[in-house]
């Protein structure tokens, strides 16, 4: 039982370059999130779906773009990475209910030089 | 913005005592939730209270809720070793799940 897989674990990015980040999720859950977490920051949120074909922006979305074209999949895009992108990325999903009990991927840890 | 605060920001203590964090938050919410997150993992969901709900419990953890003062406290019993982690308050108050910046916990043997 996967849960949620987040793919890449580790990447390094040059500033201006671009790339995107996978999230797939096994357990048919309408609900999916992209986080990103930074030292004394917390989790904040980027952006998320309520479901397959829809995408919402959260906190802070600038810099970001994402697709879910299956429900299975969310990806977050970097266009033009930045220093101030370097973070911790996580994926989260939750089943009916927006909101609630929410299972996390592992992170990704991004650097942009 | 960050909606939940938890305290203490670090916590240390010796396998078997009690552990205590505090949440506070600012604005009226449908449900306060804590997690987990061991070092370099992702989070992971520990209990969910609603608002209407003062008190719940899931084996070793006791959660309380308190709407009149916006807080909240996870108490976690008879504290091991592998409790070693770092515990986030969340709050729903409608539209995102907003995380607080978390209580590192040390439990030592």
Known sequence: NAGVTQTPKFRVLKTGQSMTLLCAQDMNHEYMYWYRQDPGMGLRLIHYSVGEGTTAKGEVPDGYNVSRLKKQNFLLGLESAAPSQTSVYFCASSPTTANEKLFFGSGTQLSVL | ?109
């Not at chain 2, 913005?1 to 009226?28: F, H, R, V």
């Not at chain 2, 070793?60 to 515990?87: E, H, M, Q």
């Open chain 2, 1 to 109: 913005s960050q909606q939940g605060e938890e305290d203490p920001q670090a916590l240390s203590i010796q396998e078997g005592e009690n552990a205590t964090m505090n949440c506070s938050y600012k604005t009226s919410i449908n449900n306060l939730q804590w997690y987990r997150q061991n070092s370099g993992r992702g989070l992971v969901h520990l209990i969910l209270i609603r608002s209407n709900e003062r008190e719940k419990h899931s084996g070793r953890l006791r959660v309380t809720l308190d709407t009149s003062k916006k807080s909240s406290s996870l108490l976690i019993t008879a504290s091991r070793a592998a409790d070693t982690a770092s515990y986030f308050c969340a709050t729903d108050a409608g539209t995102a799940l907003i995380f607080g910046k978390g209580t590192t916990l040390s439990v030592s043997s």
